[in-house]
């Protein structure tokens, strides 16, 4: 079949919209007609040139919803007609990683993915001359009919909106599983978010979920502080209006008993590997964990003394939130439709796939939380 896509064609170059052809699903694979797509930053980083992994022509997007069309052989656990979110860490309840349950990182299909192709080694999309256009992170979203491996798609419930959910496909479930999967969080906690965008605004409202006390935002810009409050941050720091982020942090966690200060928790919503150090060096001696949500270009590096680690504090990544999806999404969403968590606000633009490039505009200027396609 032909269906409408935004390609990335090369780098740095803002995306075409374009007929392309679709296969349909071969066997364990689905096609989805996606209904709204949401416009994350790793997108961005990807077009950029700056991921280690990104190829092209490639057909981006990894923050979708909408409802399987068709299915092929041996696909059992959704059938034609069913709400989906797509999943870039798929959950196959099989492989070793699955099976271990100390993590959300099926590796089923994890080397196909980063090569830009099906479990099966082709790609489903090319250009109407007949040339190979490749999936990205599995999910290829960007595209109004896409092609999916069945681990790889959520079913939902069929009340909730497309243009709202697809967010859970990415930013929501990666901010609040980081908060409640990945740092276990306790009632009473004192947290940093660094980067109050689309994630951290996330992180923001896991952290008033889990019951955080003090949750203190830092970002650069200041016209994302109103929005952060509106999600739980009850203090905010600006880095170009301070000396010393890491000391102001510690100052404002210190307490008449606990002179030495530090936050609990940390999280890096950035991508800067600078912004990470600090966030590792703002928590508490002893205890003190920084989570690393931020995806940085290729060839950035953390670093800080060990000393920081020797004295107890913890560094840790998270992908995805730490999430399950299979299992874990279709909660998401009963607690966004159970009024538990709040999506609306965040998302600050909407658009049509025509106007796709504008969301990656807005996102440069600062000026948006979320951009919505909705096909
Ligand atoms: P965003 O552009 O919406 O937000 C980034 C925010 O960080 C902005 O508000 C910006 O002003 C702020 N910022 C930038 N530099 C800063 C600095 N030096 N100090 C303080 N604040 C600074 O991006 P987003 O969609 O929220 O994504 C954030 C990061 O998370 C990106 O790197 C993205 O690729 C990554 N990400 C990771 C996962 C994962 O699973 N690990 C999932 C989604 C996104
Ligand atoms: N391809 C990049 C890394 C990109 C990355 O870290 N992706 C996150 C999801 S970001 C979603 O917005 C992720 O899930 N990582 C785990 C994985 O297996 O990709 C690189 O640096 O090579
Ligand atoms: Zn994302």
Known sequence: MRTRAAVAVQAGKPLEIME??????????????????????????????????????????????????????????????????????????????????????????????????????????????????????????????????????????????????????????????????????????????????????????????????????????????????HFGMTHFINPKECENVVQEIVNLTKTPFDQIGGADYSFDCTGNVKVMRDALECTHRGWGQSIIIGVAPSGAVIETRPFQLVTGRVWKGTAFGGARGRTDVPKIVDWYMDGKIEIDPMITHTLSLDEINKGFDLMHAGESIRSVVLY
């Open 20 to 229: 392309v052809n679709l296969e349909g699903p071969r066997a364990g694979e689905v096609m989805v007609e996606i209904k709204a797509t949401g416009i994350c930053h790793t997108d961005e980083f990807t077009l950029s040139g700056a991921d280690p992994e990104g190829l092209f022509p490639a057909i981006l997007g990894h923050e979708g919803a909408g409802v399987v069309v068709e299915v092929g052989a041996g696909v059992t656990s959704v059938k034609p007609g069913d709400h989906v979110i797509p999943l870039y860490t798929p959950e196959c309840r099989a492989c070793p990683s699955c099976l271990s349950q100390k993590t959300n990182l099926c590796t089923a299909i994890r080397s196909t993915q980063g090569q830009g192709v099906m479990p099966d080694g082709t790609s489903r999309f090319t250009t109407l001359d007949g040339d190979p256009i490749l999936h990205y992170m599995g999910c290829s979203t960007f595209s109004n009919y896409t092609v999916l491996p069945e681990i790889a798609v959520a079913k939902v419930r069929e009340d909730a909106p497309f243009d709202k959910i697809c967010y859970i496909g990415c930013g929501v479930t990666t901010g609040i599983g980081a908060v409640i999967n990945t740092a276990k969080v306790e009632i009473g906690a004192k947290a940093v978010v660094f980067g109050l965008g689309g994630i951290g605004l996330n992180v923001l409202q896991g952290l008033r979920l889990a019951g955080a006390d003090m949750i203190i935002g830092v970002d650069l810009n200041n016209d994302k502080k109103p929005m952060a409050e």
